[in-house]
């Protein structure tokens, strides 16, 4: 018993230490353990009509017509599996071949492309094939194929036979196509089908986010609709209907395994390991174990953006660390249209959220909601123009139609100051950094720096071109959003988006989970305006900064924040403190267990001077 653990551990460290380099190394070490040591196998008949070579690389499929041959699957590169798999073809028919389906971009199945294209076939491969290729690292690098197809199927007719391809989804890698022969009932799974001890491989690489463990159990739901007593894997021998269904019930098996430790925190190193396989007989091969944690946990990685699935069709998108973007921002998905809370930092960030939101839903942005005026929710603001509708609070039109504030706070000190001031440090750190791995991790916050900085350049403020006052309804189609003014707090115009149904708010900056920017703030009003947010029934919170979080206690620590500071201020301005004192000594540790980020004593100094102007305020009236 123990020992068998072991050895599975072993085995699996084995594994994940030869695939980890790169999907690419690890796929061609494999093509060479099992394909060219073998070479091109004698052709055996599967059906009547059609026939596979196994070796040198995948299986190949060739369906002879009194037209041509369909071919399946061209093998690794090189003038002799290319010869060599002809030659078998020759053995059966005469006829050449004129079709040839590439399965996915993997170099075991689209290494001879070019040679066929070359002898005149056509060679056919998914949209998603062809741009997997684009960024394919293999030496040689594939032909691209003369022919792709978008969308989720391509019909061959030749010579009065029908061969279907199928994308029903992402499983091994994005672009992979399932062969069905219907008048044979024989489906090619190639890898999305594994034999024996060979676990299936999730290729994360390449467009859409590669592979998918989560969309893989679906392409075996759609396989085990079609009517098929043969299924070819992309190695091994041929399989029965029932084999196929007991390789989905254990690849759902492993895949609920895993997903439920990753639900129970395991940490992301120990997840494989943690993983018990040794009764299904194969461990899948991750050579991405971020991409496979990310999935199971339910977060999209982008290029830019990183987006938490919270309910079906809402997604919470935080920075991915790449580049500068502000708030975190909200998609909302409905079946026609959808929604994007807040648009970032900068026009850059805006289209870059724009790339990576494509990841989760193809439809189109209509929507756009500020929900407030502040740099880091609008300056994204221009990149929507014109496309979509601006929505937000009347007051959010006039601050950014009225304040210039490109040249007043938040953005004056968080901006133009902050900004060079933190390349300056950067730039600092990197001469005095020693250690070699450090440095690089400083030298890229800096590209990062520096690259927000030049990005700021192109901002041209952009006011929401439809406004309201108290409430506003959206229809996504299907799905309601409701815009809520519950008062005025963190600015003048503060914008709840409410989804009823799903009963999750986004608060922007009026609610985040953490000590939010005072240098606007109405203070009095915004601990109402909290309290009112309260008594909404709602279970999720997606704040503007911060993390999501379902406690209502973490509102009621922060009314007792302000209400505290402003009590503090008031004493410490009437024992003759100017704001700069004040922002200084104000003591609010106590609330360092809901905001872990209070290190001492003090407050942010621009919400000190707000806290006097806002107590001049109140004397005035
Ligand atoms: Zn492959
Ligand atoms: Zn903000």
Not at 148 to 167: A, D, I, M, N
Request: net charge neutral; charged share 20%; glycine share 8%.
């Amino acid at each position: 018993m123990m020992t068998a653990m072991k050895m599975r551990i072993l085995l699996l460290i084995a594994c994940v230490a030869l695939i980890r380099p790169s999907a690419s190394i690890s796929l061609r070490a494999q093509g060479r353990g099992r394909g060219p040591a073998q070479g091109v196998q004698p052709i055996q008949q599967v059906k009547p009509g059609l026939y596979m070579v196994a070796g040198a690389g995948a299986n190949s499929l060739v369906r002879v017509t009194n037209a041509g041959v369909i071919l399946m699957d061209t093998k690794l590169p090189g003038d002799q599996n290319y010869n060599d798999l002809v030659g078998q073809i020759k053995t059966v028919t005469d006829q050449p071949v004129k079709f040839v389906i590439v399965t996915h971009h993997h170099a075991d199945h689209t290494g001879n492309t070019g040679k066929f294209i070359e002898a005149g076939a056509q060679v056919l491969g998914h949209e998603n094939l062809k741009r997997n290729l684009e960024t394919y690292q293999n030496n040689p690098l594939p032909a691209q194929p003369n022919l792709t197809y978008p969308g989720s199927e391509y019909v061959v007719k030749l010579g009065g036979v029908e061969v279907q391809v199928h994308h029903f989804g992402r499983s091994h890698t994005s672009g992979d196509s399932i062969v069905y022969y219907p008048d044979l009932k024989v489906v090619a799974l190639s890898d999305a089908l594994t034999t024996g001890t060979t676990g299936p491989l999730i290729d994360y690489a390449g467009v859409s986010g590669g592979g998918s463990a989560l969309e893989w159990k679906q392409v075996l739901n759609r396989v085990l609709a079609l009517d098929f007593d043969a299924a070819i894997p992309g190695n091994g021998p041929v399989l029965t209907k029932a084999d196929v269904q007991a390789f989905k019930m254990k690849f759902d098996t492993v895949m609920d395994r895993a997903a439920a430790l990753v639900r129970s925190g395991v940490p992301k190193d120990q997840l494989l390991m943690q993983l018990k396989t040794d009764d299904i007989g194969w461990a899948p091969r991750i050579p991405n174990v971020d991409a496979f944690y990310n999935e199971l946990s339910g977060i999209t990685a982008g290029k830019a953006y990183k987006f938490e699935k919270v309910a079906d069709g809402v997604f919470y998108a935080t920075a991915a660390g790449s580049m500068v973007t502000g708030s975190n921002n909200v998609a909302v998905v409905g079946d026609r249209d959808v929604l994007v809370v807040d648009t970032g930092t900068s026009p850059a960030a805006a289209r870059a959220f724009v790339e990576d939101l494509k990841l989760v839903t193809q439809k189109p942005v209509r929507f756009v909601v500020n929900t407030h005026f502040h740099y880091d929710h609008t300056d994204g603001n221009q990149v929507y123009a014109g496309k979509a509708d601006i929505i937000a609070h009347d007051y959010v039109k006039y601050a950014i139609e009225k304040l210039d504030v490109l040249h007043r706070e938040p953005y004056q000190t968080s901006q133009l100051t902050n900004v060079p001031a933190r390349i300056d440090t950067l730039k600092k750190r990197i001469a005095d950094e020693t250690n070699a791995q450090q440095k690089m991790a400083l030298e890229r916050q800096l590209a990062v720096a520096q690259q927000g900085w030049e990005e700021l350049k192109e901002i041209k403020p952009t006011p929401p071109n439809v406004t309201y006052s108290k409430k506003k309804v959206v229809d996504l189609g299907g799905r309601e959003v409701q815009l809520l003014f519950l008062g005025r707090g963190h600015t003048n115009g503060d914008t709840v988006v409410y989804l009823p149904k799903e009963k999750i708010v986004c608060t922007g900056d009026l609610m985040e989970s953490q000590i939010a920017y005072m240098g606007d703030a109405q203070f009095d009003e915004w601990v109402k305006t909290l309290e009112a947010l309260k008594k909404m029934d709602w279970e999720t919170d997606l704040p503007g900064h911060g993390a999501p979080f379902k406690d209502k206690a973490l509102i009621t620590a922060f009314q007792g924040y302000l209400t505290d500071l402003m009590k503090q201020g008031a004493e410490l301005r009437g024992q003759g403190r100017t704001a700069e004192q004040t922002a200084q000594q104000v003591d609010l540790t106590k609330y360092q267990t809901s905001f872990p980020q209070i290190q001492g004593s003090g407050a942010d100094v621009r919400g000190v001077r707000r806290l006097y102007q806002w107590m001049d305020e109140k004397a005035r009236k």
